[in-house]
Nanobody, 124 residues
């Protein structure tokens, strides 16, 4: 399984970005896909996750109402981020796992596959 994250960059506070994660080497519809982030000096934290069908997205409290995770038929998962603030500055990682259950979707250690990360910088 290979994951390639992209779409990071520099944006002003209040702006938007859309991250993409292109995946290959697995049956996309059977894998949980997720986004995590690591802010400077902090541990990796959960942002959002989507089940294989895309019908049960889950979000961290910090993302709820501002971020949207979605899946495309081209084996790609997106993270639309709106109303960004400097606190959202982080390296964002996509992750995937084919054996995950909903109760573990927020746990980084539950994911077997990780992309390389894409840096999002939000200026004030």
């Amino acid at each position: 399984v290979q994951l390639q994250a992209s779409g990071g960059g520099l944006v002003q506070a209040g702006g938007s970005l859309r991250l993409s994660c292109a995946s290959s080497g697995h049956t996309f519809s059977r894998f949980y896909m997720a986004w995590f982030r690591q802010r400077p000096g902090q541990e990796r934290e959960f942002v959002a996750a989507s089940s294989g069908s895309g019908s049960r997205p889950v979000y961290a409290d910090t993302a709820l109402g501002r971020f949207t995770i979605s899946r495309a038929n081209k084996n790609t998962v997106y993270l639309q981020m709106n109303s960004l603030s400097p606190e959202d500055t982080a390296v964002y990682y996509c992750a995937a796992d084919g054996r995950l259950i909903l109760s573990s979707a927020r746990t980084a250690s539950a994911y077997d596959y990780w992309g390389q990360g894409t840096l999002v910088t939000v200026s004030s």
